[in-house]
């Protein structure tokens, strides 16, 4: 069966950091380009981040470049997002997407 499986999102401070984890499982996650998307309230979801399947050639959105860092490790068959310096506009939906997958999603606010 194949899963992804967001978790770590939160409530955090402007200015504050948190870690996102995608746990896959069910598909062979390191053969595949790994994205992070977002979703705002009354927005469209929106490109955050992507890796290449063996790491490396990480993109970014230009609204979070050099806040956000992409990760992955193949043997746990996780991505990681690890965001600092947030601001009240990353407040959204955070969505891990791998090939045509697409997890649950897990909720970032950024609230003083």
């Known amino acids: 069966q194949v899963q992804l499986v967001e978790s770590g999102g939160g409530l955090a401070e402007p200015g504050g950091s948190l870690i996102l984890s995608c746990a896959a499982s069910g598909f062979p996650f390191g053969a595949f380009v790994a994205n992070w998307f977002r979703q705002a309230p009354g927005k469209e979801r929106e490109f955050v981040a992507r890796i290449a399947p063996s790491g490396g050639s990480e993109k970014y959105a230009d609204s979070v470049k050099g806040r956000f860092t992409i990760s992955r490790d193949n043997r746990r068959q996780t991505a990681f997002l690890q965001m600092i310096d947030l601001k009240f506009e990353d407040t959204a939906v955070y969505y891990c997407?791998?090939?045509?997958?697409w997890g649950q999603g897990t909720q970032v606010t950024v609230s003083s």
């Open positions: 997407n791998v090939y045509n997958y």
